[in-house]
Protein backbone atom coordinates (compact mmCIF):
# COMPACT_ATOMS: atom_id res chain seq x y z
CA UNK A 1 0.00 0.00 0.00
CA UNK A 2 0.96 3.29 -0.74
CA UNK A 3 0.21 6.33 1.52
CA UNK A 4 0.02 10.12 0.43
CA UNK A 5 -0.31 12.92 2.85
CA UNK A 6 -0.39 16.56 2.14
CA UNK A 7 -0.62 17.77 5.54
CA UNK A 8 -3.54 20.18 6.40
CA UNK A 9 -2.11 23.68 4.74
CA UNK A 10 -4.83 25.64 3.64
CA UNK A 11 -3.83 25.51 0.43
CA UNK A 12 -4.25 22.97 -2.47
CA UNK A 13 -1.92 20.40 -3.67
CA UNK A 14 -3.56 19.47 -6.39
CA UNK A 15 -0.12 18.49 -8.52
CA UNK A 16 0.60 15.97 -6.19
CA UNK A 17 -2.70 14.39 -6.14
CA UNK A 18 -3.09 14.32 -9.50
CA UNK A 19 0.47 12.82 -10.33
CA UNK A 20 -0.50 10.14 -7.85
CA UNK A 21 -3.95 9.41 -9.78
CA UNK A 22 -2.11 9.25 -12.86
CA UNK A 23 0.37 7.01 -11.88
CA UNK A 24 -2.21 4.61 -10.93
CA UNK A 25 -4.03 5.20 -14.29
CA UNK A 26 -1.09 4.44 -16.35
CA UNK A 27 -0.17 1.23 -14.41
CA UNK A 28 3.00 2.82 -12.95
CA UNK A 29 1.61 2.32 -9.11
CA UNK A 30 -0.36 -1.45 -9.58
CA UNK A 31 -1.16 -1.52 -5.54
CA UNK A 32 -3.78 0.59 -3.40
CA UNK A 33 -3.16 4.02 -2.59
CA UNK A 34 -4.70 6.38 0.13
CA UNK A 35 -4.44 9.84 -0.53
CA UNK A 36 -5.20 12.59 2.30
CA UNK A 37 -5.59 15.39 -0.03
CA UNK A 38 -5.86 17.96 2.40
CA UNK A 39 -7.54 21.21 0.65
CA UNK A 40 -7.19 19.80 -2.56
CA UNK A 41 -9.63 19.60 -5.03
CA UNK A 42 -9.08 17.55 -7.51
CA UNK A 43 -10.93 14.65 -6.95
CA UNK A 44 -8.61 11.18 -7.86
CA UNK A 45 -10.94 8.66 -9.88
CA UNK A 46 -7.52 5.70 -8.92
CA UNK A 47 -7.79 6.28 -5.42
CA UNK A 48 -8.70 5.87 -2.20
CA UNK A 49 -8.67 9.80 -0.87
CA UNK A 50 -10.12 11.45 2.35
CA UNK A 51 -9.83 15.42 2.94
CA UNK A 52 -8.42 14.99 6.39
CA UNK A 53 -7.82 11.99 8.39
CA UNK A 54 -7.43 11.23 12.57
CA UNK A 55 -4.38 10.89 13.97
CA UNK A 56 -5.05 7.41 15.12
CA UNK A 57 -5.80 6.65 11.58
CA UNK A 58 -2.70 8.61 9.92
CA UNK A 59 -0.21 6.39 11.95
CA UNK A 60 -2.17 3.40 10.97
CA UNK A 61 -1.80 4.24 7.29
CA UNK A 62 2.28 5.10 8.20
CA UNK A 63 2.76 2.02 9.69
CA UNK A 64 1.02 0.06 7.49
CA UNK A 65 2.61 1.91 4.13
CA UNK A 66 5.52 0.23 1.96
CA UNK A 67 5.90 3.64 0.50
CA UNK A 68 5.16 7.03 1.87
CA UNK A 69 5.00 9.77 -0.47
CA UNK A 70 4.33 13.53 1.69
CA UNK A 71 4.28 17.27 1.07
CA UNK A 72 7.90 18.96 1.83
CA UNK A 73 6.32 19.57 5.89
CA UNK A 74 8.78 17.92 7.82
CA UNK A 75 5.96 16.67 10.65
CA UNK A 76 4.76 14.42 7.72
CA UNK A 77 7.95 13.54 6.73
CA UNK A 78 9.62 12.82 10.15
CA UNK A 79 6.64 10.70 10.54
CA UNK A 80 7.83 8.40 7.77
CA UNK A 81 11.53 8.57 8.99
CA UNK A 82 10.14 7.71 12.66
CA UNK A 83 9.37 4.27 11.07
CA UNK A 84 12.39 3.39 9.31
CA UNK A 85 11.03 4.43 6.09
CA UNK A 86 12.48 6.72 3.55
CA UNK A 87 9.74 9.17 2.07
CA UNK A 88 9.25 10.59 -1.12
CA UNK A 89 8.84 14.16 -0.68
CA UNK A 90 7.29 16.60 -3.35
CA UNK A 91 7.93 20.17 -2.19
CA UNK A 92 4.78 22.12 -2.43
CA UNK A 93 5.78 25.67 -4.39
CA UNK A 94 4.29 29.13 -4.46
CA UNK A 95 4.30 29.22 -8.48
CA UNK A 96 1.70 26.51 -8.50
CA UNK A 97 -0.13 28.39 -5.47
CA UNK A 98 0.27 25.86 -3.15
CA UNK A 99 2.19 27.75 -0.41
CA UNK A 100 2.92 30.90 0.20
CA UNK A 101 6.90 30.81 -0.67
CA UNK A 102 9.41 27.90 -1.90
CA UNK A 103 10.28 27.17 2.10
CA UNK A 104 9.63 23.60 1.34
CA UNK A 105 11.39 22.91 -1.61
CA UNK A 106 14.52 24.87 -0.07
CA UNK A 107 14.47 22.92 3.51
CA UNK A 108 13.63 19.50 1.75
CA UNK A 109 16.55 20.16 -0.97
CA UNK A 110 19.00 20.64 2.35
CA UNK A 111 17.58 17.91 4.38
CA UNK A 112 18.66 15.49 1.68
CA UNK A 113 21.78 16.95 0.52
CA UNK A 114 23.01 17.05 4.09
CA UNK A 115 21.40 13.89 5.93
CA UNK A 116 20.32 11.48 2.47
CA UNK A 117 17.03 9.87 4.78
CA UNK A 118 14.38 11.57 2.08
CA UNK A 119 13.80 11.47 -1.58
CA UNK A 120 12.87 14.98 -2.59
CA UNK A 121 11.10 14.70 -6.51
CA UNK A 122 10.13 17.74 -8.39
CA UNK A 123 7.15 16.06 -10.56
CA UNK A 124 5.28 13.26 -11.98
CA UNK A 125 7.97 11.70 -13.77
CA UNK A 126 10.25 11.56 -10.98
CA UNK A 127 7.97 10.73 -8.87
CA UNK A 128 7.25 8.00 -10.84
CA UNK A 129 10.97 6.83 -11.34
CA UNK A 130 11.27 6.49 -7.57
CA UNK A 131 8.44 4.66 -6.65
CA UNK A 132 9.69 2.37 -9.92
CA UNK A 133 12.97 1.94 -7.60
CA UNK A 134 11.14 1.68 -4.78
CA UNK A 135 9.43 -1.56 -5.99
CA UNK A 136 12.56 -3.76 -7.06
CA UNK A 137 14.84 -2.27 -4.11
CA UNK A 138 12.86 -0.60 -0.83
CA UNK A 139 15.02 2.26 1.09
CA UNK A 140 15.12 1.54 4.58
CA UNK A 141 16.35 4.38 6.92
CA UNK A 142 17.37 3.61 10.24
CA UNK A 143 17.80 6.83 12.27
CA UNK A 144 18.43 7.97 15.98
CA UNK A 145 15.45 10.26 16.37
CA UNK A 146 16.72 12.10 18.89
CA UNK A 147 19.95 13.22 17.48
CA UNK A 148 18.37 13.29 13.95
CA UNK A 149 15.62 15.49 15.39
CA UNK A 150 18.25 17.89 17.09
CA UNK A 151 20.42 17.97 14.15
CA UNK A 152 16.99 19.00 12.18
CA UNK A 153 16.32 21.54 15.12
CA UNK A 154 19.67 23.21 15.18
CA UNK A 155 19.76 23.14 11.22
CA UNK A 156 16.70 25.03 11.52
CA UNK A 157 17.61 27.63 13.90
CA UNK A 158 20.87 28.45 11.65
CA UNK A 159 18.66 29.30 8.82
CA UNK A 160 17.14 32.27 11.02
CA UNK A 161 20.60 33.26 12.85
Do not use: W
Request: with cysteine; aromatic share 10%; hydrophobic share 30%.
Amino acid sequence: MIFVTVGTHEQQFNRLVKAVDELVADGTIKEEVIIQKGYSNYEPKHCKSYKLISYKDMQKYYDKARVIITHGGPASFMAALERGKTPIVMPRLKKYGEHVNDHQDYFCRKTEEKYHNIITVKNKDELGKEIKIMKKSPRKYRTNNTIFNARVENYIKGLYE
